[in-house]
T-cell receptor
């Protein structure tokens, strides 16, 4: 197992375009989390899944954001009509339920120009 | 409600010197506390965690932290800094029932190691 994998690592997009990121968690982990990290800040929780069910969404997750985990394995995070304020590092993590450790991927850095 | 305050957004130490990164937390319930390290354009790697039990926690790469309830602190230390320790460090807090969806991260401390 190679850990949590995120793709792409970097994405530059024009304002108004849609972008989609992918996260492949550690295979045995049924919890998957998305975080956003802006420059000079710590990660902030966006949403999480247990298997294919999206159990919680932060109020940071506006209507332009949608996340899916259709088969309880990989997950996608889509941002529609991107804005410059969406520029950030998007981090994915996975864990077992109740585990006290989550493993993070290397992140996708989004730049909206 | 919970929060984390990391004192000092930038810390510089000489190679071989003591590393001390400060973290104070606020939590209405007994906390779970974490220290993560992040290298440029990388994800977060767990250094150590405190859940219950021994208040002095040893982690990877020679780091340790001590949970002090009376001071609401969880400072990170390493006796002797190495050049490879240069990175950004994040303290984080959650509760036993909160899980990772309830983790609150601090704003980070960038550690510079001077040769």
């Amino acid at each position: 197992d190679t850990g949590v994998s995120q793709d792409p690592r970097h994405k530059i997009t024009k304002r108004g375009q849609n972008v989609t990121f992918r996260c492949d968690p550690i295979s045995e982990h049924n919890r998957l989390y998305w975080y956003r990290q802006t420059l000079g800040q710590g990660p902030e929780f966006l949403t999480y899944f247990q298997n294919e069910a999206q159990l919680e969404k932060s109020r940071l997750l506006s209507d332009r954001f949608s996340a899916e985990r259709p088969k309880g394995s990989f997950s996608t995070l889509e941002i529609q009509r991107t804005e410059q304020g969406d520029s950030a590092m998007y981090l994915c993590a996975s864990s077992y339920p109740g585990d006290t450790e989550a493993f993070f991927g290397q992140g996708t850095r989004l730049t909206v120009v | 409600a919970q929060s984390v305050t990391q004192l000092g957004s930038h810390v510089s130490v000489s190679e071989g010197a003591l590393v001390l990164l400060r973290c104070n937390y606020s939590s209405s319930v007994p906390p779970y506390l974490f220290w993560y390290v992040q290298y440029p354009n990388q994800g977060l790697q767990l250094l150590l965690k405190y859940t219950t039990g021994a208040t002095l926690v040893k982690g990877i790469n020679g780091f340790e932290a001590e949970f002090k309830k009376s001071e609401t602190s969880f400072h990170l230390t390493k006796p002797s800094a190495h050049m490879s320790d240069a990175a950004e460090y994040f303290c984080a807090v959650t509760s036993p029932s909160g899980g990772y969806q309830k983790v609150t991260f601090g704003t980070g401390t960038k550690l510079q190691v001077i040769p």
